[in-house]
Structure formats: C-alpha cells, structure tokens
C-alpha cells in the first residue's frame, strides 16, 4: 500500500526545512543550556547597597556588611567557583561578612555526600579574611543535619545563630545581630532570637538573619518586631531562571513573595539575596549569582 501519511505528502523541499528548522531549534536549546549552565551561572555580580537606619550610632556610620547566601557546595557550585566567591568577598574589605544559609543541597546525591561536603565548605570559607562573621542555616542544611552543618562552620570560626542575638561594639555603641533557625522546615523563634531590652540591655538597631525571606510578615507582626531595622534573607536565589519580560519559573515555599532585592515597610528594612549556587540543575539565566555589599548610614 502506497504511504500516504500526511508527512509523505510534503514537497520535499518542504521536509528538508521542517529537518532543518527542528536541527536548529535544537541547537539554540543546547547553545542556551551551555550558556545558562556555564558561563551565567558563574557570571558573578556584586550589588552595592546603601541603608538607611534611624538612630544608627555614630560608630557604625559607613559600616560595611557583606553577605553571601545559597552556596549549595558541590551540588552544583565547584571549589575553584567558592574560593572565587572568598576572594571577591576579601577584596571589598567589609566589617562584617554573613552568611544567610544553605551551605550545601539536600539530592540530588545522597545526604552522606552532602555531610561530607560540608565540611568542605567551611574550610574554603575558612578563607574569609573578616574576623567577624557569622551564619545562619537553611532548610537544606536542615535536612541535611543541623548539627553537622553548625559543627562543620563551628570549625571554621563561623559560629552559627539560631534562635539567638549577640552585640557588635565599637566603643561604647552597638548594634544587636540575631539569626533564626529557617522558618521553613525548622523552629524559628523570635522570641529567643531578639533581645529584650531593658536597663542592662540598651536600645540599639537589631540586624536579623532569616534565610526564608517570606518570614518577613512574622517578624512585622511581632510584639518586638519594630526592633528589626535590617533583615536579611536568601532562599529564593531570584528565581534562578528568569525569561524576559516572565516572573519566575519557579519559587520555593517562604521565597514566593520576597524573591529578590530591597524592601521596606516603616522601620523594617529586608533584603534578599539571589544567592551563589544552584538547585535541580546548574542552570541560572538572567539572575546572576549575587554577592551584596551594604553601607550603613543614619536615616
């Protein structure tokens, strides 16, 4: 029996651009996916950003924060990618440097892979020249194991707050920094992360690490959340994969709302970090990995 199937009845020129035009489509995919998987997920930008807070003590004018968040060692982001990252955050000669978590992933490899990974992370992150810093955990790190991750940072001089706050002094003057376990899969807690003030615990500006930014409306609500002059977040990484003119793919739970970048709402301040790493596949577009610079200055 003769073919006549609607394909056999295509001039053949007609099928030679129908070959042709599949054979280019993909082609364009594969050159995208090369693109996205490795030169724009490794196309690092560091986001300068001034705030403003009221009643900032004068000691802390001009002070220099950076953070970096998401890291998600070694699925997908490499050593040599990590030690870059070090590096660039030295050069910038920051006062403080925090890390608002997500050290390493949870699959698509085993979570042995990942608690041996860890520890891997904190000694490259060892490398940080700012004497102060400090880290608070994601839900990978969570599910990961919470111990192992905190103990991995521990080593590596990078204490690790959850549920709790610490002062930073210059001279007389300070400010209050809390961290909170990750609201998405942990315990967090403010009423343990912020501090009561009292006679013995003066007044200052509190700078909160959350790593779910969507937290934000909890920490509004709160009885002391009008303390939180500056919190900062990460989670989201800004979509990750982001189509012109299109939202985002892709959100996580608590990252839905607050995906990327500055926002404000009376004294609260938040910000949210697109992160360095990648989750599912190593893949970024149009959302480079993200290391932030904040300057102080009095509002």
Same mark, same amino acid.
């Given at each position: 029996?003769?073919? #006549?199937?609607?394909?056999?009845?295509?001039?053949?020129?007609?099928?030679?651009?129908?070959?042709?035009?599949?054979?280019?489509?993909?082609?364009?995919? *594969?050159?995208?996916?090369?693109?996205?998987?490795?030169?724009?997920?490794?196309?690092?930008?560091?986001?300068?950003?001034?705030?403003?807070?009221?009643?900032?003590?004068?000691?802390?004018?001009?002070?220099?924060?950076?953070?970096?968040?998401?890291?998600? $060692?070694?699925?997908?982001?490499?050593? *040599? $990618?990590?030690?870059?990252?070090?590096?660039?955050?030295?050069?910038?000669?920051?006062?403080?440097?925090?890390?608002?978590?997500? $050290?390493?992933?949870?699959?698509?490899?085993?979570?042995? $892979?990942?608690?041996?990974?860890?520890?891997?992370?904190?000694?490259?992150?060892?490398?940080?020249?700012?004497?102060?810093?400090?880290?608070?955990?994601?839900?990978?790190?969570?599910?990961?194991?919470?111990?192992?991750?905190?103990? *991995?940072?521990?080593?590596?001089?990078?204490? #690790?707050?959850?549920?709790?706050?610490?002062?930073?002094?210059?001279?007389?003057?300070?400010?209050?920094?809390?961290?909170?376990?990750?609201?998405?899969?942990?315990?967090?807690?403010?009423?343990?992360?912020?501090?009561?003030?009292?006679?013995?615990?003066?007044?200052?500006?509190?700078?909160?690490?959350?790593?779910?930014?969507?937290?934000?409306?909890?920490?509004?609500?709160?009885?002391?959340?009008?303390?939180?002059?500056?919190?900062?977040?990460?989670?989201?990484?800004?979509?990750?994969?982001?189509?012109?003119?299109?939202?985002?793919?892709?959100?996580?739970?608590?990252?839905?709302?607050?995906?990327?970048?500055?926002?404000?709402?009376?004294?609260?301040?938040?910000?949210?970090?697109?992160?360095?790493?990648?989750?599912?596949?190593?893949?970024?577009?149009?959302?480079?990995?993200?290391?932030?610079?904040?300057?102080?200055?009095?509002?």
């Amino acid at each position: 029996m003769a073919d #006549v199937s609607p394909r056999s009845r295509l001039p053949n020129r007609a099928r030679l651009l129908t070959r042709r035009s599949f054979l280019l489509g993909s082609s364009a995919v *594969a050159a995208l996916a090369i693109y996205a998987g490795e030169i724009a997920r490794h196309e690092l930008s560091v986001v300068t950003q001034p705030i403003g807070i009221a009643n900032l003590p004068s000691a802390f004018a001009n002070y220099r924060i950076a953070q970096i968040s998401d890291i998600h $060692f070694d699925e997908y982001t490499e050593p *040599a $990618f990590l030690r870059r990252i070090v590096a660039h955050v030295n050069s910038l000669g920051a006062d403080l440097v925090l890390l608002t978590g997500d $050290f390493v992933s949870y699959g698509p490899l085993s979570i042995g $892979f990942s608690r041996d990974a860890v520890y891997r992370c904190a000694e490259i992150l060892r490398g940080l020249a700012c004497p102060l810093r400090y880290g608070v955990l994601g839900n990978h790190d969570l599910v990961v194991s919470g111990r192992v991750v905190t103990d *991995a940072l521990s080593r590596a001089s990078i204490p #690790v707050l959850s549920n709790r706050y610490l002062p930073l002094e210059r001279g007389s003057q300070r400010l209050w920094l809390a961290g909170v376990d990750d609201p998405s899969v942990g315990r967090a807690n403010l009423d343990r992360a912020l501090p009561v003030f009292t006679g013995s615990q003066p007044a200052a500006p509190v700078l909160l690490m959350c790593h779910s930014p969507d937290y934000a409306d909890v920490v509004r609500a709160h009885p002391r959340g009008a303390s939180v002059s500056l919190m900062l977040s990460g989670h989201s990484h800004g979509g990750q994969v982001r189509f012109p003119f299109l939202p985002p793919l892709t959100l996580p739970p608590m990252g839905q709302k607050y995906f990327e970048g500055h926002f404000q709402w009376d004294n609260l301040q938040l910000y949210v970090n697109r992160g360095i790493g990648t989750v599912g596949l190593p893949f970024r577009l149009n959302c480079p990995p993200e290391i932030t610079l904040f300057t102080l200055h009095n509002s």
